[in-house]
């Protein structure tokens, strides 16, 4: 046996022990190893019953994500099938996150005995996929229509100790759970019980009205997303009670090939994994990540109270500060607001909400943030005053601290050399609410210590955002690829296409806003418009019309934020006599297709002068702080998809148009030569 699969034997029971760190995932060599250690104690005289664990305290995750294709799944389902119609009883000694294709597994095992501690769950719909090895046919066959839609819509693993899910296990135990597993399939062959197949179970199907209220209450919550793959799941469920068992799984593979072989899984699939190594910066191999205890924020303004939002409730002591009496107490108010936003959203629960105010300590002057260990500038001030406070934090921070300065345009390294401790400072940038939005970027500045760069991912993990890093440019990442994406708008609207049409076709396509809205709710005068190359927000601004905040922009608002048609054609008369160009009609689809291959000239940019990593970094800071669709996998992974030859081609026809910034940067045409890619 290979080390993938740990094979003992001892009184007849042999254990089939799952040994790929860190999760186990069934890849080629588990899956292979573990078919050869269940046919070996099939044939083998000394084996009355077989247990399959995994090692280090988890089953098995399921698919190896990086390899998930429909070949891994086929190979997962042949094992699931060559475990069931085993001859010997199979245990499952279920513990840890048992996921995926690794609760599939488990349901194939005749019995089941699971860790007290263990949750389950089935999350292929977060990758636009279902179960590709069984999972509709057996969970539904044992548990019933609710609980398994409930696992497999919503995604979210479950406790085992969770009363809906009894029907899984045959004993849920505090006891080392390989022991009682191999005691218990002791006992099924002292008392002649042999194998219980899933297969021939219909248990979840004794009560026909439970099962069809869950089938109607289910389809009742479906939502009309083209990246949802809900109502395959749904079908599958159904057909779990309506066709026999082999049929069911071949109804369930047609669904799961269909899936997985749409351009929504590759994108999916390319947004987690890039979740996953967007985190591991260079500077974690020599950095020494220290807890962060005191968060220090010098300003309560929006973004102030949601950083301290943020902190408070992932349990930190936090302490603010305004100079000014009223705007500290209105930032408290603020505060307070935010907090009770969260009660009623759910988020949290009013008696957490009431201990919290223990932890949120105010001040008047800057020496209230001296035992701070991490100090966030977020007054929203002009540069002069981020430069006086900043080199008033070099007599007051204590050493170690970190000192962040907020915002998209602030220049880090010119911020750092107020200070007698450059190496500590670094920059953030949350783009959205900052205790709600995920994506922060997290500047690196050409002095920032890898010390200090570790103790503040350690912070912002623990608040469970999701951090890239980024060096120091104006705009940064995510505002540098929306302002490439704005500029390209606008030069369709000097040709005569309308704003309003502009931001139906791109939230068609799935963004949450379309250009000229995120302009509006960005502000029309933001610094970093400047060096991008727009210009008709500008000049709205200009007349005063600087988007939300001001009530009018490209939209008109009402004193709730609410938008409205605004009244634009003298406006868009007067740029387009301007320009004295000749007027153009844009499909959706062109629409569409120029804005997203402006941004990903924007990104490709960015990544020739090395201000990001990868270019999925820019895929994440995208769709976790900029309502790009995760369905689409970020602007890079969308001109993965498009084809690097017609993005390029789309950018070719934009700069024979004029447009020089639109000219196809030249990492294009060396990938294009070379066989290169944007996005694997």
Known sequence: MTEAVRYSVSDGIAVLQIASPPNNALSAKVCSSLSMAVAQAQASRDVAAIVVAGSGGQFSAGYPLGALDANRAAEVARLCIQIETCKKPVVAAVSG??????????????????DIGAKVGFPDVGLGILCGSGGTQRAPRLAGADVTLRLMLEGV????????????????????????????????????????????????????????TALTKWR?????????????????????????????????????????????????????????????????????ADPVGLVGVIGVGAVGAGFTVACLMAGLEVVVVERNTSALEEGINRIGGLLDHAVASGRLTQIARDGIEASLHTGNDLVAVAEADFV???????????????????????????????????????????????????????????????????????????????????????????????????????????????????KMVLRGAHPYDIDAAMREWGMSLGPFEAADLTGLDAPWFKTSGVRLSLSLALALHRGR????????????????????????????????????????????????????????????????????????????????????????????????????????????????????????????????????
Not at 97 to 114: D, K, N, P, Q, W
Not at 166 to 195: M, N, Q, T, W, Y
Not at 414 to 442: D, W
């Open 220 to 288: 009742g919550r479906l939502h009309a997303h083209p990246e949802a793959s809900n109502d395959d799941i749904l079908a599958c469920v159904e057909a779990s009670r309506l066709l026999p068992f082999d049929a069911g799984l071949s109804f369930e593979q047609d669904r799961f090939l269909s899936r997985i072989g749409a351009p929504t899984f590759q994108a999916l699939r390319h947004i987690a994994l890039a979740e996953r190594r967007v985190v591991q910066f260079p500077e974690l191999k020599n950095g020494k």
């Open 97 to 114: 996150m048992t996921l995926g294709a690794g609760f599939e597994l488990a349901l194939s095992c005749h019995y089941r005995v699971a």
């Open 376 to 490: 966030l500038e977020a007054s929203g001030q002009n540069t002069e005053v981020e430069r006086q406070i900043f080199a008033q934090l070099d007599g007051v921070s204590k050493e170690g601290a970190v000192l962040a300065a907020h915002g998209a345009s602030v220049n880090v390294t010119s911020l750092a050399l107020e200070t007698g401790c450059p190496e500590e400072v670094i920059g953030l940038y949350f783009s959205g609410a900052a205790h709600l939005s995920p994506g922060v970027e997290l500047v690196v500045g050409p002095k920032s210590s890898d010390d200090t760069v570790a103790r503040a991912l350690w912070l912002l993990r623990r608040l469970g955002k999701v951090p890239v890093r980024v060096e120091p440019v104006a705009g940064l990442i995510g505002h540098s690829v929306m302002s490439a994406g704005l500029r390209a708008a606008e």
């Open 549 to 680: 905040a001001a009530g009018r922009g490209w939209y008109a608002y009402d004193e709730t934020g609410k938008p409205r048609s605004a009244d634009l054609d003298e406006t868009l008369h007067k740029m387009r006599s301007s320009a004295g160009l000749e007027p153009k009609t844009f499909s959706t689809s062109t629409i569409q297709g120029r804005v997203l291959a402006a941004m990903a000239n924007a990104g490709v940019g960015l990544l020739r002068k090395g201000v990001v990593r990868t270019p999925s970094d820019i895929d994440v800071a995208l769709v976790h702080g900029c309502g790009f669709p995760r369905w689409r996998g970020g602007p890079m992974m969308a001109a993965e998809l498009e084809g690097l030859v017609r993005v390029r081609t789309t950018l070719r026809a934009m700069q024979a148009e004029g447009d020089s910034l639109s000219a196809p940067d030249p990492v294009f045409d060396h990938l294009i030569k070379n066989g290169g890619h944007l996005a694997r």
């Open 157 to 212: 693993p479950l406790s085992v100790t969770e009363a809906e899910l009894g029907a899984f296990f045959d004993r849920v135990v505090k006891e080392d759970v390989l022991e009682v597993a191999i005691a218990f399939a002791s006992l099924l062959v002292e008392e002649g019980l042999g194998p219980r197949r899933t297969s021939d179970r219909r248990d979840g199907f004794a009560d026909s009205e439970a099962f069809e």
